[in-house]
């Protein structure tokens, strides 16, 4: 089957780094994607790996261990503006043909000052 | 277009009744999904088109829901009958391929039914 397993709430301190953890099991493993998403508001892409490490853009950071089904985000220097729910999706390629994305249910980050 | 549109904004409508959804994805993505999403929740995977055609309908809650795109473009969920459960945030994203590119969300349409 697939699983995508996730916190469900973290809370870290502005300025601080944090890291969100996502584990995952598919049959057709075809990338993993993290999103952003405000209270209210429709996902954003943050990040794609499909393969093994680390993915750097700006202050966010994620990184894929295929072997072990697992990726995390690392937000660093955190403000105010990073308290949404982060989406982990699993791009999956089943037998009967096309991609399904498999998402998530997202961590609730809050920063506080 | 800019993004991805959706319309309407929001929907309120009697248990029982049909309701049609409106998708309108970034101009030259042939990739289109449908997920729907309850408050506080995940993205629940609904439907898959790649061009006109859907290889995955698998996420489908129940015979009522059904989805088509035309053109290659514009794509509308409809759901038969609604029931209360129907009610939700029906979310429609774009790529530019089925393939490795990232999905643009649209703005969502709100779903209550009464």
């Known amino acids: 089957g697939q699983n995508i397993d996730q916190p469900t709430e973290m809370t870290a301190t502005e300025g601080a780094i944090v890291q969100i953890n996502c584990t995952y099991q598919t049959s057709g493993f075809n990338g993993l994607f993290w999103y952003q998403q405000h209270a209210g508001e429709a996902p954003t892409f943050l990040s794609y790996n499909v393969l093994d490490g680390l993915e750097e853009k700006g202050r966010f950071s994620s990184f894929l261990s295929r072997s072990k089904g697992y990726s995390y985000l690392l937000l660093k220097e955190l403000q105010m503006k990073d308290s949404a729910s982060y989406l982990c999706?699993?791009?999956?390629?089943?037998?009967?043909?096309?991609?399904?994305?498999?998402f998530g249910a997202g961590t609730r980050l809050f920063v506080k000052a | 277009g800019a993004g991805v549109s959706q319309s309407p904004s929001n929907k309120v409508t009697e248990k029982g009744k049909d309701v049609e959804l409106r998708c309108d994805p970034i101009s030259g993505h042939t990739a289109l999904y449908w997920y729907r999403q309850s408050l506080g929740q995940g993205l629940e995977f609904l439907i898959y088109?790649?061009?006109?055609?859907?290889?995955?309908k698998s996420g489908l809650p129940s015979d009522r829901f059904s989805a088509e795109r035309t053109g290659g473009s514009v794509s509308t969920l409809t759901i038969q009958r609604t029931q209360q459960e129907d009610s939700a945030v029906y979310l429609c994203a774009s790529s530019l391929a089925g393939g490795v590119y990232e999905q643009y969300f649209g703005p969502g349409t709100r779903l209550t039914v009464t």
């Open positions: 999706a699993v791009r999956d390629r089943p037998n009967t043909g096309g991609f399904k994305t498999i």
């Open positions: 088109f790649q061009g006109n055609s859907a290889p995955d």
